[in-house]
């Protein structure tokens, strides 16, 4: 007889934290001749149902990066076309979110957002603060040497005014200076669309992560490539630098 109690002991762990580049969408809509920005409005339905099914999963993070600091070099009418998907998002979603046990949090230069954004944003962090069934962390005009950066003039001002020795710096400081500070490093990235970089997308906490790439346009991308990559996840072993002996 099967015994099916101590073969899922035996399973290894799903990821906690699934950080994705949602690449491809102006590709997804080249191939249809349509405008590059259906392509995005295309790419948010991937998102709802990337979110739907990060629970079934148990993932409890879950980093989107939705606009990159290098984004803003864009057309005028793709980035307006972006922030008003982004807008849109917040303000349709944040109801059935909320319901969900959703908290979301925002990474990324906000100065370079319009204001009416920033304030979508600071309601929404505020409004699900205190969900915990997953955190949705949406990565907009976001950049990972820009946050380093940032870290380090932060670090480097606690040690001007005397609150910290050069020699206490570890990276548990830097870490704790970056925008993430409280947010597990990401066990696992996804980038769709077949290009295999990270376009500076979490540098410093992608470390140790696992990267699967996946040939899907990011609109195309559905519950079964995340459980793809979920279990692709599973099957490698992570070693952390040590030698798996
Ligand atoms: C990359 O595809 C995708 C983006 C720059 C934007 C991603 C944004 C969304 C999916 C919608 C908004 C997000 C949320 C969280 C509501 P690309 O345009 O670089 O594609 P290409 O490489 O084929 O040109």
């Excluded at 980035?79 to 046990?101: C, F």
């Excluded at 699900?128 to 997953?134: C, E, I, K, V």
Aim: proline fraction near 5%.
């Amino acid at each position: 007889m099967s015994q099916p109690v101590a073969s899922q002991a035996l399973a290894p762990p799903p990821p906690r934290h699934v950080a994705i580049i949602m690449d491809g969408n102006g590709r997804w809509a080249k191939a249809r001749g349509l405008p590059r920005n259906l392509g995005h409005r295309q790419g948010v339905d991937a998102v709802r149902e990337v979110v739907k099914n990060c629970r079934k999963l148990g993932i409890e993070y879950l980093t989107l990066y939705a606009f990159s600091s290098e984004n803003w070099k864009r057309p005028e009418s793709e980035v307006s076309g972006l922030m008003d998907l982004l807008r849109l998002y917040i303000r349709r979603e944040l109801a059935e979110l909320r319901r969900n046990g959703v908290r979301i949090r925002v990474i990324g230069d906000r100065t370079r957002l319009a204001p009416d954004i920033v304030s979508l944003i600071e309601d929404a962090e505020a409004q699900t603060r205190d969900n915990r069934t997953l955190t949705l962390v949406i990565a907009l005009s976001y950049g990972g040497q820009d946050e380093i950066v940032a870290a380090c003039r932060q670090i480097a001002e606690q040690v001007s005014v005397g609150k910290l020795a050069p020699e206490q710096i570890t990276a548990e400081t830097v870490a704790g200076n970056l925008q993430t500070v409280g947010i597990p490093d990401p066990d696992l990235v996804i980038r769709t669309s077949g290009e295999q970089r990270l376009s500076n997308f979490l540098l410093w906490q992608s470390a140790y992560s696992e990267l699967v790439f996946v040939d899907k346009l990011w609109p195309d991308f559905n519950a079964s490539d995340l459980a793809e990559a979920v279990g692709e996840f599973q099957r490698r072993e992570r070693r952390y630098g040590a030698s798996g002996e």
